[in-house]
């Protein structure tokens, strides 16, 4: 029996190799390993946005700061914040704290997702920010977005200062009692730092070719 | 949730008897009371906590996720393949309430090879995503493996039977 036992250890090797080696994961944001935690400087990108103009992050530096939120149009998650957006940026805007969404889905994998579908959600819902296609998805890995809507607040120097969530009740506006987002914008107004500095919410995985 | 394992058994022996749908309906559809429906997640935690010899996987998942979706039929060959081994499987539906009539009962009845399904309603996903697995970030298709201490946490969804029965094989040797 003794003598079996290496060879069953290395079985045992060869199935976690196995393992490990058939669960591919061709995620472009898992597989970066340049992706931006809190502190980090927001990676600067350029953009086009539904009104067919090129934006890119530097347009904000003379802003208190930004707030990028990936978000896409078929998501019931995405959806169901839509609303909460507009509203955040009316408010904030002014404040110096403009919202900055982007689409980080691959249209081919998700059809609703595509430019011209974004184009048609944005007049539809009267977006008056800057919806942005991460056309063929290099952004949202620099960032390591992993759902939508995922919620990235820049303070006025381009620094990402909160990460998550925008409050803790998606599905149920009127019984929200933690808005993460707003209660950061205040922190960094306030000139102290977020607290949560990263929330988690369940999303929509971002959408890729595998 | 007795019931529930009853009626999806009997759908199961017809399905595999290939009777035809008119005698499929003498059995009574699901309802929403035959799916338990958790609001709390402290109160479903003791799913991720069974200490037994039997190798648990559990799959958030929901109705209105298309990867969700595209990968359930690898779950019901399992839960098919394993139906004599101490393998259970657990599917944690966080489709929204008031979807559960509507979108997910029809959905399972449709569906007489899906696990047990049970449902999360529980909003304050900061305060629970966690307690599941620290590297779940909250976006879903993800699926818990585990057996007593051992834990296998896949943050994404399969693309075949084989990776999920590669790591079921890997808790019952």
Not at chain 2, 3 to 32: A, D
Request: proline share 7%; hydrophobic share 35%; glycine share 6%.
């Amino acid at each position: 029996m003794k003598k079996f036992i290496p060879l069953f250890v290395g079985l045992l090797a060869v199935s976690a190799f196995l393992v490990s080696a058939t669960i591919s994961n061709n995620d472009p944001a898992t597989n970066a390993s340049d992706k931006v935690s809190v502190g980090d400087k927001a990676p600067d990108f350029t953009l086009k946005n539904v009104d067919g103009k090129m934006v890119s992050l530097s347009d904000y530096s003379d802003k208190n700061g930004a707030v990028i939120i990936f978000t896409c149009n078929h998501c019931p998650y995405a959806k169901m914040y839509e609303d909460r957006i507009i509203e955040l940026n009316a408010t904030y805007a002014p404040k110096g704290y403009p919202v900055i969404a982007i689409n980080p889905n691959d249209p081919e994998v998700q059809p609703e997702d595509g430019f011209e579908e974004m184009k048609e959600r944005a007049k539809e819902k009267g977006f008056d920010f800057p919806y942005l296609f991460d056309e063929g998805q290099k952004v949202y890995p620099e960032y390591g977005a992993q759902r939508t809507p995922h919620v990235f607040l820049l303070d006025d120097k381009m620094t990402i200062r909160y990460i998550g969530a925008i409050d803790n009740n998606p599905q149920e506006p009127d019984a929200v009692t933690e808005k993460y987002l707003e209660n950061a914008i205040m922190a960094l107004e306030n000139g102290k730092s977020p607290s949560p500095e990263s929330t988690k919410a369940i999303g929509c995985s971002i959408k890729y070719k595998k | 949730m007795f019931k529930k394992l009853f009626l999806f058994g009997w759908f199961g022996i017809f399905v595999l008897s290939g009777v035809s749908g008119q005698e499929e309906l003498k059995n009574p559809p699901l309802t929403i009371d035959d799916i338990p429906v958790y609001q709390q997640f402290d109160d479903m935690q003791y799913v991720l906590e069974y200490n037994n010899d039997t190798t648990y996987i559990i799959n958030f998942w929901a109705t209105w996720c298309k990867p969700c979706v595209e990968e359930l039929p690898y779950f019901e060959k399992a839960y098919r393949a394993y139906e004599n081994k101490p393998v259970k499987f657990i599917m944690v539906s966080l489709d929204f309430k008031k979807q559960l009539e509507s979108k997910l009962v029809p959905f399972l009845n449709a569906r007489p090879d899906m696990p047990s399904t049970i449902v999360l309603l529980d909003q304050d996903g900061n305060t629970w995503i966690p307690k599941v697995a620290d590297e779940w970030d909250g976006a879903i298709p993800v699926t818990l493996f585990y057996n007593g201490n051992k834990r296998k946490f896949i943050g994404h969804s399969f693309e075949s039977y084989d990776e999920i029965s590669t790591i079921i094989d890997s808790f019952l040797r």
